[in-house]
């Protein structure tokens, strides 16, 4: 199978265990979870790749909580940003999710950990709140525990069936990609589905595609790039997928006055694979209270504004 088979099969998938495990509920409503459960197996799959180094003889899933030392955990925050430990990782949870009855507060405890495994770090900024969408106790979810855990059950689950392609190599670039890939199909479909309203935090590929090479046309180097109403970031990331990475030296930075799309852009700047010391999005109104004014000037701004 081709790479753009697979991303077409990976695509119709994803999209269609969207749709099934969401059951009554309003898809626009529901795309919190299926894109939060996508995050965390990514961010799973990563940080266990981290640990391991590349040493097969490393199972970091299978290793019990207490081997890790302050020291292993304060190291791989100063450079992944966040921690996990083995058993709150994704597989594990996915793994037992049909027969765990407290499901759904072990996975607010565990995004609560993440989250808070950053405090006092550079990162905290970027990590902080990035699970506040992914409320396990809605009862968009259901009207009792029973039900919310089947819900989130089936979530987990048919993320956990997604192949991402993943090689003997590990946690390799065309795995990162097709996980990237797969975020970005559900977000467009996701914002073509809710009308207009969708069109405030996803900007149609081929138009982002065409506002990043303009904005960097015959520039050969750029400090960093700009978007002052960035959505869920896919103009910035339309700079990263046409042009080498060197090119965008400091970075990408954003705002965004929408909170749950501030998160999904955040979101996305971690599953194409850029770490949180390069990239900075803020939350907040960019004509009331614009971010950066401090900074050294943009090399590239872009934007689009929805309706023109």
């Not at 979810?141 to 089936?154: C, I």
């Not at 046409?242 to 930075?253: K, L, M, N």
Request: aromatic share 12%; hydrophobic share 40%; proline share 3%.
């Amino acid at each position: 199978m081709t790479s753009t088979q697979q991303r077409a099969a990976l695509q119709r998938q994803i999209w269609q265990i969207a749709n099934e495990v969401r059951g009554a509920v309003d898809g626009w409503d529901f795309k919190q979870y299926v894109l939060g459960t996508l995050f965390y197996r990514f961010i799973s799959e990563n940080f266990a790749s981290y640990i391991e180094g590349g040493e097969d003889s490393i199972h970091y899933a299978e290793l019990p909580d207490d081997v890790i030392t302050p020291a292993i955990k304060d190291d791989a925050v100063k450079t992944k940003g966040y921690f996990i430990y083995p058993s709150q990782l994704f597989v594990n949870i996915a793994k037992g999710a049909n027969s765990n009855d407290s499901l759904n507060t072990d996975l607010a405890k565990i995004f609560f950990a993440i989250e808070s495994s950053a405090n006092g770090y550079p990162s905290e900024r970027d990590i902080k709140g990035l699970f506040a969408d992914f409320d396990t106790t809605s009862n968009r979810l259901g009207n009792t525990v029973a039900d919310k855990n089947t819900r989130l059950a089936a979530v987990l689950k048919g993320v956990a069936g997604l192949e991402f392609g993943q090689d003997i190599n590990g946690f390799d670039a065309s795995h990162i990609d097709l996980f990237g890939d797969a975020y970005e199909f559900l977000i467009s479909n996701y914002a073509a589905n809710a009308g207009k309203s969708g069109g405030e935090f996803f900007t149609p590929q081929h138009v982002s595609k065409l506002i990043a090479m303009l904005a960097m046309h015959k520039q050969t180097s750029v400090n960093k790039i700009y978007d002052p109403a960035c959505g869920s970031g896919s103009l910035l990331l339309q700079a990263k997928k046409h042009f080498d990475a060197h090119i965008i030296e400091d970075g990408f930075f954003g705002q965004e006055i929408n909170h749950t799309t501030f998160n999904l852009a955040r979101m996305n700047m971690f599953l194409h694979n850029i770490n949180y010391d390069k990239f900075n999005i803020q939350l907040g109104n960019t004509l009331i209270d614009p971010h950066f004014g401090d900074d050294k000037p943009f090399d590239a701004i872009v934007a689009e504004i929805e309706g023109i």
